[in-house]
Structure formats: structure tokens, C-alpha cells
């Protein structure tokens, strides 16, 4: 099964105005932190947000919030006031805790966002 | 400055060659990771060491084989088993293994089969 699911392949959205990147993951961990990173098309990968599975409130740097529902274990990013440097791949992904062997990041598939002017 | 650096940037490989990618970081991270990203899709993870002289294999390691001697370094070596190599490579490091750390990048290599 997939740990991290981002269904939205590409998306569009106007200069200044919001989007939402939806991510959701599968873990049996109480344990867990969600991280998105911004791919633009030179490669790196820049870590924008983080949140852990016992933080009550949702994480907030800058223009990005993450707005966490762990009931539906669901970690969508907010991007506010889009700007055309947005435009790049975003990867959600995963770190688990103590209950699993794996001490690594696992991704999703990526989404595509593109700002048009 | 604190990084990550990858070297080289671009890597032309004949078929049946192994082939070295570097990883060095200057960050005192314990842990270092190998990823692959294919075009249009996601990273999977190759191989992660979470310190000195100790590694694991990730989702696709065959074909794939990793050292860490060095805390500073993770190099990955790219051998004639690994049936379809070309793929951009990323390497990463953490602070730790903890589920709250981030891992910050180097800037990748791009490894073609020619």
C-alpha cells in the first residue's frame, strides 16, 4: 500500500491567489512528522513546512501552512498569495517513528503546480 | 557554507561500467540517505545510513552498493547489475534518524546510460 498518496498529478492556479496540495499517508505509528518539499525544475529539493503527529496546532512558515486532519490522516499544503517562483514539483512526505525499522523519508508522487500570470 | 555537495552534476556511463556518485557534507549530520527519481515521479529511496560503518538497504537497492567510512561522506556506486541506471540521483542528511528531523539535499546528479 502507498505510505503517501498525492492524487493531484498538476495543478493551476493565478498569481496571488491560494492553492491547496493535497497529501494523505498510512501509518500504524502514533509516532510520525509530514514534510513538504519544493522541487523547482533545476533539482533540489527545498524543505518548506514541517508537522509532527502530536503537534495540536497546524505548522505555518511564511505563505505556507499545512493544514493536518489526522483523523483523516491527511497533511494538504496551503500556498497563499501564489507567486510565479511557486511554480515547481511539491513532494509530500513521511518520517515514522520508533514502530517501524525504516529511518528515512518516504515521498509521494509529486504534484506539479504551475502560476500563471 | 553548510551543505550538501554531489558530484558530478551530469554522469555518462557505458553499459556493463560501474559507476561512483559522491555525496560529502559538512552539516556533522549523522545520517545520510541515497534517493532515485525517475522523470515525472517520485524519490525512492536506495540506501540510508544512520552512522559511521552501519547502512540499510532501502526500497531499491539491487544494483545498487553504498559505504560509509567517514561521517563526512556516502558514496554510491552505480553497478553493471542495476538493469536501467539513468535517473537523477539525490543525496540527503539529517541530523538524526528521528521522526521530527528534516533532511536537507544536495543538488543531485544526473546519471545517463549511453
Known amino acids: 500500500a502507498q505510505k503517501i498518496t498525492q492524487t493531484q498529478p498538476g495543478m493551476f492556479v493565478q498569481e496571488k491567489e491560494a492553492v491547496t496540495l493535497d497529501c494523505t499517508y498510512d501509518t500504524s505509528d502514533q509516532s510520525y512528522g509530514l514534510f513538504w518539499y519544493k522541487q523547482p525544475s533545476s533539482g533540489e529539493m527545498i524543505f518548506l513546512i514541517y508537522?509532527?503527529?502530536?503537534?495540536?496546532q497546524n505548522a505555518t512558515e511564511g505563505r505556507y501552512s499545512l493544514n493536518f486532519q489526522k483523523a483523516r490522516k491527511s497533511a494538504n499544503l496551503v500556498i497563499s498569495a501564489s507567486q510565479l517562483g511557486d511554480s515547481a514539483m511539491y513532494f509530500c512526505?513521511?518520517?515514522?517513528?520508533?514502530?517501524?525499522?525504516?529511518?528515512?523519508?518516504?515521498f509521494g508522487s509529486g504534484t506539479r503546480l504551475q502560476v500563471q500570470p | 557554507d553548510g551543505g550538501i555537495t554531489q558530484s558530478p552534476k551530469y554522469l555518462f556511463r557505458k553499459e556493463g561500467q560501474n559507476v561512483t556518485l559522491s555525496c560529502e557534507q559538512n552539516?556533522?549530520?549523522?545520517?545520510m540517505y541515497w534517493y532515485r527519481q525517475d522523470p515525472g515521479q517520485g524519490l525512492r529511496l536506495i540506501y540510508y545510513?544512520?552512522?559511521?560503518?552501519?547502512?540499510q538497504k532501502g526500497d531499491i537497492a539491487e544494483g545498487y552498493s553504498v559505504s560509509r567510512e567517514k561521517k563526512e561522506s556516502f558514496p554510491l556506486t552505480v553497478t553493471s547489475a542495476q538493469k536501467n541506471p539513468t535517473a537523477f540521483y539525490l543525496c540527503a542528511s539529517s541530523i538524526g534518524s528521528g521522526f521530527v528531523t528534516e533532511a536537507f539535499f544536495g543538488q543531485g546528479t544526473r546519471l545517463t546510460v549511453v
Open positions: 552539516l556533522n549530520h549523522d545520517a
Open positions: 512526505a513521511m518520517r515514522e517513528g520508533q514502530n517501524t525499522g525504516r529511518r528515512a523519508l518516504t
Open positions: 508537522q509532527g503527529s502530536y503537534d495540536e
Open positions: 545510513s544512520q552512522i559511521v560503518n552501519d547502512f
